[in-house]
């Protein structure tokens, strides 16, 4: 067994060998530009990105013209929010979203309101749902956008997306959703859940960091979204920039492995986790945070009463690979957004780990890690205890 074991593969998962093996002849034999039409360098590079944005589109249910490529999923969230609102300039300003939406969202809607729109934060309950009520409440005659997470990166919390489209079809609003964390691990259909927009990222599914999409719909209703990125009109004038044509070949063949593996990975990665949860809940003071039931396969979200979460994670990291939460967000010890907004305690906020598992995960690996776990967590807290006494 590799030591430390990695239960972070909701930060990044690492790349399948059947992916790297069918990028590397993209870095050397078939190096060619794919907007390069005048010779066989440039088409063996177009074609390869025809198939990988069918590959893409598949696995979302949608229509490879449907599929724009980009730097990853951060970049999708930025041109579905600030793409919406810019080509809307005129017909309305107003955006519903979450409190406990990803950074690049919030941040996004931070700019949209510094440039003169308008943006609603939903709050959510103790299990980090939003209210179906609220959010058909906040929407107005100017509103025309909802964005809302598929999953949330931190819990694992599953949304009602398919509810949350119909509020949106209704009113005749937008609604777009950033399932980076979805997508791959749970069936995921565009047409099925209502979504006109969605982002999604080659490295939370075993493909090449680097390298994204957003899923624009061609029709029912037809959505148009402003450039964020100008220069050369690539990407059918929505994403311009040389493709990455490496990096697009191993994303369209992670995706591939997905579905043809979904159900039974899902499955055994769901076994693992209730595993894991099962045997940390043995330890005093251990909970879950946010629901239960509707959630991802591979993440649980824990508290712990009594211990330092930051000075734990030093005390852990030569045995597990896991973290507070967002890698986003890794860069602060402030307590999580997220479990804020769900209302837990700033102390077990504080003291709260994300566990994300993932394909390469071994039941070996889980029993270890939570026998690790738990001797550590034993350990930490008596040592707090003889440090208060000595004071």
Not at 90 to 111: F, M, P, Q, Y
Not at 255 to 262: K, P, R, S, T
């Amino acid at each position: 067994m590799k030591l430390p074991v990695y239960l972070d593969n909701s930060a990044t998962t690492p790349m399948d060998p059947k992916v790297l093996e069918a990028m590397l002849p993209y870095f050397l034999e078939n190096f060619g530009n794919a907007s390069s039409r005048s010779h066989v360098y440039g088409w063996a590079a177009e074609e390869a990105v025809d198939i990988a944005r069918e590959q893409v589109a598949d696995l979302i249910g949608a229509h490879p013209t449907e599929i724009v490529f980009t730097s990853g999923a951060t970049e999708a969230i930025n041109l579905a929010t600030k793409g919406t609102f810019e080509s809307h300039f005129g017909k309305g300003n107003h955006i519903i979203t979450c409190v406990t939406e990803h950074r690049a969202v919030l941040d996004s809607c931070e700019w949209i309101e510094r440039n003169g729109g308008k943006v609603t934060y939903l709050p959510v309950d103790e299990t980090g749902l939003i209210n179906l009520q609220n959010l058909e409440n906040a929407i107005t005659d100017d509103t025309i956008l909802i964005s809302i997470l598929y999953a949330n990166n931190e819990t694992g919390v599953l949304q009602p997306i398919e509810k949350i489209s119909a509020i949106a079809k209704k009113h005749g609003v937008l609604f777009f959703t950033d399932a980076t964390q979805a997508v791959g691990k749970i069936l995921v259909n565009v047409q099925d859940d209502g979504i006109d927009l969605l982002s999604m990222s080659g490295h939370k599914l075993y493909g090449p960091k680097g390298v994204g999409a957003l899923y624009v719909r061609r029709k029912n209703p037809k959505v148009t979204i402003f450039p964020q990125i100008h220069g050369g009109g690539h990407e059918k004038n929505m994403r311009s920039g040389t493709q990455n044509v490496p990096g697009i070949v191993g994303f369209g063949k992670a995706c591939a492995l997905c579905m043809a593996n979904l159900n039974n990975e899902s499955e055994i990665v769901t076994q693992l986790r209730d595993l894991l949860e099962q045997k940390l809940l043995a330890i005093d003071g251990a909970r879950v945070n946010g629901t239960t039931e509707n959630r991802l396969p591979n993440i649980t979200n824990m508290s712990f009463d009594g211990i330092n979460g930051d000075n734990l994670l030093l005390e852990i990291c030569n045995e597990i690979a896991l973290s507070r939460g967002s890698a986003c967000s890794s860069v602060t010890s402030k307590p999580s957004h997220v479990l804020m907004a769900m209302n837990v305690p700033d102390e077990l906020a504080l003291s709260s780990f994300r566990f994300s598992l993932g394909r390469f995960t071994t039941l070996s690996e889980i029993e270890y890690s939570c026998k690790a776990f738990a001797e550590i967590v034993e350990k930490h807290r008596n040592n707090l205890k003889l440090s208060a006494v000595n004071i």
